[in-house]
């Protein structure tokens, strides 16, 4: 399976997706859509759509998604085997006051 994941650095919808990934081991790449601009564009170019998280498995974009829904993708799917291991992060919440602080402490401005 490849997992191509289109992520903020610090965010809990973000971090919710990691959680995923790290429950069910899967190797995946991990796109940091805030400091790399032509990342941006090409989430928004692939999923139609400004928001995040995107995840892109075996070519199939899922946007604007938590880590919970891309779970239960998976496993709607077949992509993963149900598990008794629990995610190390909250997979459906969005960001915290620290997380919002840290981006606001360093402003993106794309156009």
């Known amino acids: 399976m490849k997992i191509k994941a289109y992520l903020k650095p610090h965010c809990g919808w973000?971090?919710?997706v990691r959680a995923i990934?790290?429950?069910?081991?899967?190797?995946?790449e991990d796109i940091d859509i805030i400091n790399v601009r032509s990342n941006y564009e090409e989430?928004?170019?692939k999923s139609g759509q400004p928001l995040s998280p995107?995840?892109?498995i075996d070519g199939?974009?899922?946007a604007d998604i938590s880590g919970e829904e891309v779970e239960n993708y998976m496993l709607a799917n077949n992509l993963v085997r149900p598990t008794s291991a629990s995610a190390d992060f909250a997979t459906n919440e969005g960001?915290?006051?620290e997380e919002h602080e840290?981006?606001?402490a360093?402003?993106?401005r794309f156009f």
């Open 54 to 56: 995107c995840v892109e």
């Open 60 to 62: 199939v974009m899922l």
């Open 21 to 28: 990934m790290r429950k069910y081991s899967l190797p995946f």
């Open 43 to 45: 989430m928004v170019r």
């Open 102 to 104: 840290k981006m606001q």
């Open 95 to 97: 960001c915290s006051h």
């Open 14 to 16: 973000s971090n919710g």
């Open 106 to 108: 360093k402003p993106v």
